[in-house]
């Protein structure tokens, strides 16, 4: 068996080294000519047979990949979920549909299609300057707004504004700025802004049968310029109501987006009013390690979508409704709160917490860097665990401390 990959970053990585595990052969194309360095630090050229690189010509791409016999194609990251689609569907492999194409990146789209399925979404407004994005949130009564691109990740160019000035300098940001893909900004989104317990659901689907791998509750902060900083995620078991809800919800989601053949990574937000849409990306959820996930229950995304590949059959007999968490298990993502260069020790250190089960840096050691301001601005990240949740929480608090004390910079 031959799969390609498009843009093996962030959590592709993990998926092209399960897929080398399970002795398939894996080609990378890139999307882009380049890759910001956030995402190009993660790539395991390791795992692949072959890295085609980037070529603008959809059908030079497709023919090299039919000389190979690539017979399924999967995004790795959200900037390849539109070639990696566009390819199976011009071969005839297994993909997502062709009618919503376009509204699995662009979050305007994406909102309406959604609605149209008779399913929650925000109040949105699509803001071409910053004078529209202000008098739209001026006219529309909302006490609060979120202001992000149309097609980012990452909590990139994500503002919480409480006023039409906040929403305008927050829509004059996203437009000055290219995504962290590279692409331009050429209008940003202006929403109301949720409120209750978000969280994050991970899926796998094949001909539209879908199954839940993991779902994750957020708990984030607000930095002091207004933008969302996260704080850390904890799994919700599959018994649960709350993960019935978001079960039944997300379903009808990936099936209003047309999303049949793929991993997805949706987050929804539970509010007084019940489940509402933030935004679905076609693709395996970022910033999660699927061992230490595997490790506490049994399964993770990565791993169903590299069995669903091999064999869709791995996934149609999956019972996603009997998912447990063994343990207490929080992912806490790291928050720097001083410019300076990166402490070479701070990982090491970390990994000292009784808890602590994984540790991972985003940071060179010596590299300078700016206080936490997003999820691409945290430099690292650890998984806490325990029989004790309690444990967990003194772990937590300690690791918080330290930082507070100035622990990632020397």
Known sequence: ???????????????????????????????????????????????????????????????????????????????????????????????????????????????????????????????????????????????????????????????????????????????????IFGEPNRAALVQERLVGAEYYINTVSHEGHHRVAEIWRYTKQVSPVSTPVYDYEEPVAATTQEARTLRSFTFAVLDALGIRSSPAHTEVMLTARGPVLIETGARLGGATVPDVVERYCGVSQTSLAAAALVDPQNLLGFDDSRTIWTGAVRHVEFVNHRQGQADAHAAQKVAQLPSAVAVGSAVDPGELIDPTGSLLSSPGYAYLAADDRDAVERDYARLREWERQGLHTV
Request: with cysteine.
């Open 1 to 179: 068996m031959h799969i390609a990959i498009v843009d093996g970053y962030s959590t592709g990585a993990a998926l092209a080294r399960q897929l080398h595990a399970l002795g398939v052969t894996c080609t990378h194309v890139q999307s882009q000519p380049q890759a910001n360095e956030h995402l190009r630090r993660s790539f395991d050229a390791a795992t692949y047979l072959a890295n085609l690189g980037y070529e603008p010509d959809l059908q030079v791409v497709a023919d090299r990949l039919t000389k190979l016999g690539v017979s399924r194609i999967t995004a790795g990251a959200e900037s390849g979920v539109t070639l990696a689609e566009q390819l199976s569907l011009h071969l005839g492999l297994p993909t997502n549909s062709a009618e919503h194409l376009a509204a699995r990146r662009d979050k305007r789209l994406m909102g309406q299609a959604v609605a149209a399925s008779g399913l929650a979404t925000p109040r949105t407004n699509v803001a071409r300057t910053p004078t529209a994005g202000r008098r739209w949130f001026e006219a529309s009564g909302l006490p609060e707004a979120v202001v992000k691109p149309l097609a980012s990740a990452g909590s990139d160019n994500v503002w919480f504004c409480r006023t039409a000035a906040d929403v305008e300098a927050a829509c004059a940001s996203v437009l000055a700025a290219p995504t």
